[in-house]
């Protein structure tokens, strides 16, 4: 299916959404996210100079870019091609095309390209039916914020999931401050994409043409020794936003109060007068 809505995210992590006549501008998922502080993080950058702390932060971003061009180019071959072995040489060739134009240093791509192996043998591909929104688009103008997510699909019970792909450089400890991180920002994916997709009611008619709901989050995490699988069903999916809703009106009241209209939330384009007014 297509994504109702088109945009970017701009300066200060700030997404500038359109759909149909309107315009919204709205707080990334991640920048929200990024008020809230990790010790271990925090105490592992105290032990380095700001060079060092750039090179590792780099290398990272750049290993899980290569493992999420495997990934999405995988699934993109799975809903093209039906079959398992003809959609990894589909990702194969098509990512080997998209890595000459990045240009990342050869251990860092075999680093992200293992990684992806790691999630190719995990149990995804035996869950995975069709995708919904791949690096869909995603907004809830009833609280005011965007993102985009790895993967909106259909698992083979014909349930909806919504799939976010990690790299990690160790196993997770399941109680750790990263792995509640990922679980809020699902959360909110999850609430998005039901706002804007779900069931019809007075609040979300006026975007609504599917009916599909989010039964489940799952958070695919990848490490040299193999991968996690975080899940989340309705229950633990409202638990978690409770408290990203909590971060976003501790951090972003006065973000939301500048809108005007509409909830507050959109500025609507206004038509240019006519020569003749």
């Not at 093209?80 to 251990?107: D, F, H």
Request: proline residues 3%; hydrophobic residues 35%; contains cysteine.
């Amino acid at each position: 299916m297509k994504s109702l809505l088109e945009g970017e995210r701009g300066p200060g992590g700030v997404y500038i959404i359109k759909y149909q006549d309107k315009t919204f501008e709205f707080p990334s998922v991640t920048t929200i996210l990024s008020k809230l502080t990790d010790p271990d993080v925090e105490d592992l950058r105290s032990q380095m100079d700001d060079a060092k702390w750039q090179a590792i932060s780099t290398a990272a971003a750049n290993r899980g870019n290569v493992m999420h061009a495997y990934m999405e180019n995988f699934t993109i071959g799975l809903d093209k091609l039906g079959i398992v072995n003809e959609a990894l040489e589909y990702s194969q060739k098509r990512t080997a095309l998209q890595l000459t134009k990045w240009a990342y240093p050869n251990a860092t791509v075999e680093k992200g390209r293992n990684l992806f192996y790691n999630l190719y043998y995990s149990t995804f591909k035996d869950e995975y039916q069709q995708s919904l929104l791949t690096e869909g688009l995603l907004m809830n103008y009833l609280l005011g914020y965007a993102g985009r997510t790895d993967n909106i699909y259909l698992n083979k019970d014909g349930l909806v999931v919504v799939g976010d792909y990690k790299s990690s450089s160790k196993i997770l400890d399941p109680a750790s401050n990263k792995v509640v991180k990922y679980k809020l920002q699902a959360s909110a994916y999850a609430t998005a994409f039901n706002t804007l997709y779900g069931k019809k009611n007075i609040d979300n008619a006026y975007f609504n043409q599917w009916r599909y709901k989010v039964d489940e989050c799952v958070i695919w995490v990848a490490h040299p020794e193999g991968f996690q699988k975080f899940s989340m069903k309705p229950l633990e999916i409202e638990i978690y936003y409770k408290y990203f809703e909590h971060i976003f009106n501790t951090h972003y009241v006065k973000f939301i109060d500048v809108k005007s209209d509409y909830k507050r939330y959109y500025v609507e384009e206004r038509p240019s007068k006519s020569k003749s007014e």
